[in-house]
């Protein structure tokens, strides 16, 4: 199986349209022109590809950066999972980096110590998320052996794309920190026998 793992076009989010970082929760915000525009270009790329199943997760920003490609493909069965949610933030919710660190001074220093094992009061840690993203692509194993999926486009959060790198290929969050992934940014993986095979990591084009 081929994955195409996406994070979402720019929305309409603190965090996407100030281009700082946010500890963003929202789901129901939509995208913004330029994210509009992105949405538009990823699905040309997609275009050339036979994606057999669409998987996003609850935020409307995931669902309308696959909407052009759905004009294109009409077909194509999506599927909302929250397993593929963009991390919890609990009490940093809302508040930059600088403001999470004024605000809370010990929990945000133990926090970005180890980000992997320490979750954020009310919210989670990177080893969570990674957790809810390995109990999704065990089911999705199972459904590809199953339907004979062969091309799946996923569509999720740059938390969670960073979680993923983090487990199955085994990148240190310090190597992650210099890694930034842009709003509809496009990896591709081979994902076979549990094992996950990068093709292309953090691009705009297949």
Known sequence: MRIYLVRH??????????????????????????????????????????????????????????????????????????????????????????????????????????????????????????ARFNSFLNDLEKEGKKSQLENVLIVTHATNLEAFLIKYLGLSIKKLDSVYFENASLSVFDFKNRKIKPVKINVKEI
């Open 9 to 130: 076009a720019q929305a309409q989010t603190r965090a996407n349209l100030n281009g700082i970082v946010v500890y963003d929760n929202q789901k129901n915000k939509g995208l913004t022109k330029k994210g509009e525009d992105q949405a538009k270009k990823l699905a040309e790329e997609l275009n050339k590809v036979k994606i057999d199943k669409i998987f996003i997760s609850e935020a409307e920003r995931t669902y309308k950066t696959i909407l052009p490609l759905l004009k294109f493909k009409k077909d194509i069965p999506v599927k909302k999972d929250k397993r593929l949610d963009e991390s919890k933030y609990g009490i940093f919710s809302g508040l930059t980096f600088q403001e999470a660190g004024k605000k809370y001074p010990k929990v945000f220093k133990a926090r970005l110590k180890n980000k992997w094992d320490v979750p954020i009061p009310k919210g989670e840690s990177f080893k969570g998320v990674a």
